[in-house]
């Protein structure tokens, strides 16, 4: 069976503006920086970046746990990551007009704002938190979807588990919104046999 496509763009005018987003960094302590940045719509194609660490974000400022959830090294980091200002921009580009969702307000716009900080880009762009907004979408929930929303978080959870990878995370994000609003979607999610989870898709940029 093959995964549906979404069609209900037009159901509230938020939708096609709705975008979940989520932030890996060096850790959660004072100085800790942005090491990776995702986002996903309701269609669940996710995207992300990889943020090459600033001279003033060091190593010392890295960790150790933070590696451990998210597997992203500093090396890693500083390697195979772009520029923070370029990071900045496309971020800009990509988020700039949307609602942006996250399930942490506080961490995710501190680590925006320490981008903004060390590039001298201003962020286009805000943060809402994820029960707020939930509660905005509660007119368009599917029925069917809410008489089975547990075995549905059950399904999310097997399938779309939380990785601490920032395009997975808001990907997961997306899934728990559009389970309780896409019967089509919600059906082929439980009818997925148990051993065979949704394949990672490659992020990319749009």
Same mark, same amino acid.
């Given at each position: 069976m093959e995964e549906p496509e979404f069609k209900l763009w037009d159901v509230h005018p938020l939708i096609r503006l709705l975008r979940f987003a989520d932030v890996e960094a060096s850790g959660i302590h004072e100085g800790s920086y942005p090491v990776q940045f995702g986002w996903c719509g309701l269609d669940l194609e996710p995207s992300a970046i990889l943020v090459k660490p600033e001279p003033e974000w060091t190593p010392s400022l890295f960790d150790p746990n933070a590696y $451990?959830?998210?597997? =992203?090294?500093? &090396? %890693?980091a500083h390697t195979l990551g772009e520029d923070a $200002?370029?990071? %900045?921009h496309k971020l800009n580009a990509a988020l700039r007009g949307t609602a942006v969702v996250t399930d942490n307000q !506080?961490? &995710?716009g501190l680590w925006t704002a320490r981008l903004a900080d060390s590039t001298g880009v201003p962020i286009l #762009?805000? !943060?809402n938190d994820s029960t707020n907004m939930a509660s905005t #979408?509660? &007119? =368009?929930y599917d029925p069917w979807c809410l008489d089975r929303r547990g075995s549905l978080f059950e399904a999310v959870d097997r399938f779309y588990p939380h990785t601490h990878r920032a395009d997975e995370d808001a990907l997961r994000m997306a899934t728990r919104t559009r389970m309780l609003i896409d019967r089509d979607w919600s059906e082929w999610l439980l009818a997925r046999p148990a051993q065979q989870p949704v394949a990672r898709r490659p992020f990319r940029l749009r």
């Open positions: $451990e959830m998210h597997g =992203i090294s500093y &090396d %890693a $200002e370029v990071v %900045a !506080y961490w &995710d #762009f805000g !943060y #979408f509660r &007119d =368009i």
